[in-house]
């Protein structure tokens, strides 16, 4: 059976965070973006309207194998998400070269997906994840067989449709198949699978970084998990909540009951349906106009600040340019930067569980604020780095103008630097011997090294903090009738955003230098940690009802 979406007001999100599960007085539990994110999950009504009716909930101590199969094929689709937003990070530099990609064109492709993925979020009200898992398999075989630049941004746009619908439907999925005392750990699955998804792209492409025309392997290779998801959907169920929302209440029920178990009282199945259906009606009487009242402006500005702060941080410039950053770093041969670009991967995939488990304990906004200071002192860091390795210098004209600095001079694919005249020069100029690294130097090697830390600071701070709260901040702020709408709108400018961070950072560090770059990063992150600092309040142990007397 193919599952749909029954929220029609809703966007999806991007790389780098992850949505969490809207939380009730009873049941604080997160849901991943990923991806992912502004979504309402209102089948997550597990509010009992009297006390007696506590005593229904059955007492689940293990999940069910049933349960099991549905979150894990949905979590599929997760894992395709991960894959193909990190897949291009180690594909850019040898499609340049196969394709003669200007700074324009490599931000074009990047950015693709994210454009793909917006409007893959428009539409709610399909049979979402079997049709993200088609339109996964047909953008990578179209990707893998590009003969031409037109293509391989058609193949881009096709795979963010798939990234789009799976970052919207998926963790809505999972929240409503999900027993309630173990929907906050299954939904961490999905959070889990887009970073091990990621991970699992930069493996593929330091497997394919020295095979000739690798790139194509790398991009197929994401065909292979959604042909999969296509092979499991037809025995996978609609979520209770779509079924009782078109009138299948028997079909719910039979469902409900496999996920709590065949023991499961009527009575408890019957509370579990008359719940659902007050929350689709509920969330049926809400309207965009709502969130221009008092009550509301002033959390939508809140969330949609979040969500500005997530993406202009430049995070994303990691995720999708990492082995592009490692060459600018000095790791000039592609098998040897995107090896180690995998660091970011990684560490953001260890730093997202970490904050999973740590967020609840510590506090939203304290763990917010104190993660986005050590990351800006990481981009600070990072520049410094790249300012001693490359200078501040930002493109020349012609290539003499980079004098005596090698670093930046190889960086510019017109230049190389000749050991005849130990100089910068253009390619092919007379008969001068050209290198493509720049002579051994102790202090380069122990810059490089600071630069690693200094990422692997940015990167893990990012994780802990804005990578992840955002979402789960924006879900305790709402309340049932606006919530999906407003997450929609802050979702929105978390997308674009993005993708002002996807097509516009190799233009930036052309203008401003590396070290500018991520300077101007640090810069705007700082200016949003003082408005988080000024505005965001702690929503951590508050019901939805104090978190709204905040306002």
Known sequence: MQLHSIHANTSPATVGGYQPLEQNDQDATIRPNSITRGLDNNSNTDFINNESSLLLIPSIQHLTSYVYLLV????????????????ISGALQPLSNDFTLNTSKKEIIVGGTTVGAIGGGLLAGVPLVFLASIIFIVGSLVLAGAQSYGILVTGRLIVGLGVGIASMIIPVYIGEVSPKSFRGQLSTLNVLMITFGQVIAYVVNIIFAN????????????????????LILPFVPESPRFMIATGQIDDAKAVLRKIYHESTTDEFIDQEIYSIEQSVKLDSSGSFQELLSAENLRPLLIACLLQAAQQLCGFNTAMYYAATIMQMAGFRDHSDSTSVAIIVALTNMVFTAIAIKLIDRIGRRRMLITTMFTMILGLVALGISFAVLQGVTPKQNSCDLYGDICARCILDDRCGWSVDTNSCNSLGLGNDKYVSECPADQTNQNTSIVLLLSLFVYVGSYALGLGYAPWLIQSELFNMRVRSRANGVSTSVNWFCNLLVAISFLSLTNVLSAAGAFWFYAILSFIFWILIMKYVPETAGKSLEDSQRLF
């Open 72 to 87: 894990l094929s949905a979590c599929i689709g997760g894992f395709l998400f991960g894959y193909d937003t990190g897949v």
């Open 211 to 230: 095979v000739s025309h690798g790139w194509r392997h790398m991009f197929a290779f994401a065909a292979i998990p959604a042909i999969a998801q296509c």
